[in-house]
């Protein structure tokens, strides 16, 4: 013992940093172990986390349920109305990102949103006249993830819209998701202005049909290797599609000119496509979906199955607690803001689309697309770092989504929301961001992390059900 | 001196390994600084090349070469016949790949190609006879880059054949190359069956006239924005045009759609444009050809502005020595060979395509395009290390090409020939690889380098230039 104190100190500093440095400025040589309480330190949650860790029956469920996702093979089978596809879908019933949430709680733009969407139904003439429904008890809300569907920021879906049908050919299961109707003024960020209506009529009338007999024709496109091809080309298929969306489109046209559309019909859907590089996000969203409702109701499971946000609170469902939402304030985004704009304009967090991040993509996989740093802020280092985190809260990797730049391996995917509370590691989600009021749009893009808060009270309630 | 021997063993060894080796082993620590006499030892070539380095004459030419080739914007202008477009072409003259070589003395898949040239262009009515005309006097065989031309692997480029007209709109220069036919059997790689003579008529009948009517109405393509946004996509414009090839089908389909040509001969083009993951290829190398063309003949400049292979001997030329070619034998490519094929199988290194390693891309941006590795070899790592590699060989980075897995930094351009044979490091190249036999065709691809006699020779040839 006295011979060791001959030496130079070598020491191993766990937790606060400020132990070490005491060391470090004697002249010892430090290394830091990150390492926080569990549960930031609340000692009931804790406990209920110590109680899930090991447990075999919560291992075996996850096991099912990881692989469940794993063998999902998801298909863009065709295009139809959200009120002829989507199950359960009410004659006035709007559907919205995120977990439930009231009319007078809703945040602007998908107030915003659902006015577009009573004017486009022509249950209103005017926005006022949609206020005024809006707020009445005539239209039902539910959210989307009710209906076995996603929306991309409000993720408003009215009964006349038409939404991609993708189906889970190994399990046998659908999701859906309305079409993308570019950047900028749009219904999904709360623009509901006389163009962006026309724009989803257009969708509705010319878009859709032309959708729908191509990928008739096609017999369905298979999503898992288009989304692999464009993880090998810098998207990760949440923020960043130019490559997917490019991909797609490249399958659509041969076959979409063989149509007995009109060719003008034709011209203005390829340019539309052609144009809009986030044309494939709606589809992933559905992809993902798809391959996250397979995995979902695995009894004991702490597998997270979606995480999304309504504009007031982020919620998040596991597989092994069924339908309940465990949900935390919508933190704002501290991302990067288009010319005049900053985080005091910004509404909260936003859109069902952080299904990514859930199914391993977006900001799990942002290793693969550094060049999405120049839209969601941070430095190609950081892009790399969030996908080695995220390896820490998940399951495993997912080898049929690999990662050129991380030497190919599988992207991380099945949050563990044992592993989040216990390491204090929070989902990281890339996302855009609407204004705070309705009728305005996006006004920038960043990166956010799912509030610790949903992932401890979704730890509780697993603890729970098991004792 | 003595305290010093009291010490442990802190060694610097350069250049020969065993020197440190036995440091090592004594427990010393040791820093290896690789070096390698310039030269390759050579004292004649030393001596040369030590005249060149830091001459204010040759700096001087540097920076304007390297100026003019950063300034250069090439436009994809339009689709033209070889013999109506491209400038000085005989009308029984037969363009190929690399530097002069005669039929005598040519590879396999360069006659193979010639042959199957002749039987396109009704010359002869079978092989044979178009093997006897091609070595009686009646056909003129000439470099592609002595006529602003391009071509890959073989690089044949006939009267008949459609090409690409690619502009330079800083300094008027345009160059040329001929369209690209897909993967496998292709003439280029050697092959000339019914099929292969079949698809290139169908090219110039039916396919150039739609691309051609396309980019008329564009106005032409800008194709520097198109590429970085390629790199960005994990393309490196050489082997890899996967986002490239849909980027540009991106561009073109909207406008080919409205073109009043008959829809089944756009759909025709449309499917074989979309089937084609290396349809940009050929316009890549315009684009680069263009540039470098800006670059070259600038008396006393040591960069590189031509790489060709003509599978027998590999050739450079550079800026400061006009149309001089410094060839070395071609060496045979260690790739990744398809199944059932060697490198036995293999001819020597074949095609002007190394024209985009020349101009800072293909295996000079393979950083940015990690899943090449699958294709021709090497491991992520290595993708990354030749592309730091590279920036000590060249002029500078171009910043409008840049690599956002390396912090987006420019990629490494413009090749010193002085600092190639300082450093003993020969420029890096992607390369498919073609049976040594007419007729086969590709049969793999790999990594290469130039050889280093080349470099070297030039370096003597500048230097008695500027003496």
Redesign the interface.
Known sequence: MKDLFKEDLQVINVGLTSFGEVVAREGGTVLQIEWSPPGQGNREIGKKLAKLVNLPEVEKANQRAFKNYLAAQPILESVGAAKAVIPNMGERMILHAGPPVSWEEMCGPMRGAITGAILLEGWAKDLDEASELAASNEITYEPNHHHAAVGPMSGVTSPSMPVWIVSNSTHGNKAFCSLNEGLGKVLRMGANSPDVIDRLKWMGKDLAPILKSTLDRLGGLELKPMIA?AL????EVHNRN??AS??L???L??VM??TDIP?DQ??AA??FI??NDHFFLNISMAACKAMLDAAHNQPGSSMVTAMARNGVEFGIRVSGTGDSWFTAPAPKVNGLYFPGYSIEDAAPDLGDSAITETAGLGGFAMATA??I??FVGG???DAFAYTREMTQITLGLNNALSL??M??SGTPAGIDIRKSVDTGIAPIINTGIAHHKAGIGQIGAGITRAPMACLAQAVVALADRLH
């Open positions: 091809q090998q080309m810098g998207d130019a490559a490019s991909l489109l490249k399958r046209v041969p000119v063989k060719l034709i011209a390829v340019e052609a144009g550094p060049a740093v120049k430095s190609v280092q050129p730049v030497d190919f």
